[in-house]
């Protein structure tokens, strides 16, 4: 009969007290390197959305301001963006109805009308003036004065009381506006009909995102889902836009030999795909949007987008040879420097509260983008938190 060992060995996988004298069991390898796998797979991940994301947004910014200096119809290059955007987001939510066999939200008229609208009409009027400054402005200013939206929803912030006045608050209102008068000031290449389209663009997106912000802290409407706002918002703005489209453009394009006074077949289905083709992209980056958020979080969307307005700016120097003087780089960097003041300020914020994060948008990519805030679902409910839709950048 063999001997029985008296010694007292720690049993694998049982926790020993560090004051037993027993050696400290450590975390198995393999577990160390599965470990490192998930954090690198993380990394990989996030790097690829964020990249999807600057596709997307930068892609749409130059491809406006090329088919603008072609076409001169931007308020109908919008309308026709918005019919597709609709169209892709009731073909989203369809799918998305036949897999999980529960209906999609669907609002009464009163409430459409009396709470949507509002939102609609102020996305409609900030998504159509932005298209329409590509006509005189470059890609380099318009990315600069539609960076200074965040001042505008910071203004009207504090007017609709979502935001409480402080030093910091007033810190970054005067860097964005003093970098904004920097990057403008003698300017070689400024227009001042362009200009005034930016900026009344950007302080309608104040009151858009504002009033967006509202909209979804409206638990009972069911628009937390960025399709379904997306859905619902489209048709809406694009009645809000027909009147101004009328107005400025009807005439001209009813005369058009490019749409509706074609003598060539060629041409006009050349047309018609550039137009479907920016749909797609506005659609596109609302998507990248949406996935770069809950998949991380509204804060890396954010930061991504202080990132790529520094690249937008570069490749429209190098791309399209905008002229940059020193002082136009030093406001700009003033502007990203309130920017990101800005969305420290509300992560801190956001984590002392310790509830949902709701990162204001920084309303500064130049497509009709979709500004998607966090959808990530809490513990055993399907609840989504607060989420930004369409930002005027088309």
């Not at 030999?257 to 047309?271: P, Y």
């Not at 202080?306 to 002229?323: N, Y």
């Not at 979709?370 to 950048?393: C, I, K, P, T, W």
Request: aromatic share 12%; hydrophobic share 50%; proline share 3%.
């Amino acid at each position: 009969m063999g001997r029985v060992s008296t010694s007292h060995q720690p049993l694998r996988g049982v926790p020993v007290p560090a004051d037993s004298g027993a050696p400290v069991l450590q975390p198995p390898r393999m577990g160390r390197w599965a470990l490192d796998v998930a954090f690198l797979w993380k990394a990989v991940l996030t790097l690829g959305l964020v990249l999807l994301y600057y596709c997307f947004s930068i892609g749409i910014t130059f491809y406006n301001k090329w088919l603008t200096k072609s076409f001169h119809f931007p308020l109908f290059m919008t309308m026709l963006h918005l019919a597709v955007i609709f169209l892709f987001s009731a073909l989203s939510r369809a799918l998305v109805q036949c897999s999980s066999h529960r209906a999609r939200v669907v609002l009464s008229w009163a409430d459409y009308l009396r709470r949507v609208a509002p939102t609609a009409l102020a996305t409609a009027l900030d998504v159509g003036l932005s298209n329409w400054s590509f006509l005189y402005v470059t890609v380099s200013l318009y990315t600069m004065t539609k960076s200074s939206a965040v001042l505008f929803i910071l203004i009207f912030s504090l007017i609709f009381k979502l935001e409480e006045l402080r030093a910091a608050l007033v810190l970054v209102v005067l860097l964005i506006a003093g970098g904004l008068f920097m990057f403008t000031y003698k300017s070689t290449q400024f227009n001042v009909e362009g200009f005034a389209l930016v900026l009344g663009a950007s302080f309608i997106g104040g009151i858009r995102w504002t009033l967006t912000q509202m909209l979804l802290q409206k638990a009972e409407l069911g628009l937390q889902n960025p399709i379904d706002t997306m859905f619902h918002l489209q048709p809406l703005m694009f009645l809000g836009l027909f009147p101004l489209f009328a107005v400025f453009e009807g005439l001209h394009l009813s005369t058009s030999e490019k749409i509706f006074r074609f003598q060539d077949t060629g041409l006009l289905l050349r047309v018609l795909g550039s137009l479907f083709l920016g749909g797609i992209l506005a659609f596109g980056l609302g998507f990248s949007e949406f996935l770069l958020v809950s998949r991380t979080s509204s804060l890396t969307l954010s930061i991504a987008g202080i990132f790529k307005e520094v690249c937008t700016l570069l490749l429209a120097a190098h791309l399209l040879g905008d002229q940059i003087s020193l002082l136009n780089w030093l406001g700009f960097a003033l502007c990203l420097s309130g920017i990101s003041l800005h969305v420290a300020l509300k992560a801190l914020h956001s984590r002392g509260d310790g509830g949902p994060k709701a990162l204001k948008g920084l309303g500064s990519s130049p497509d009709l983008e979709l500004l998607l805030r966090s959808s990530q679902r809490e513990e055993g409910d399907n609840e989504e938190e607060e989420y930004f839709v369409a930002q005027g950048q088309q």
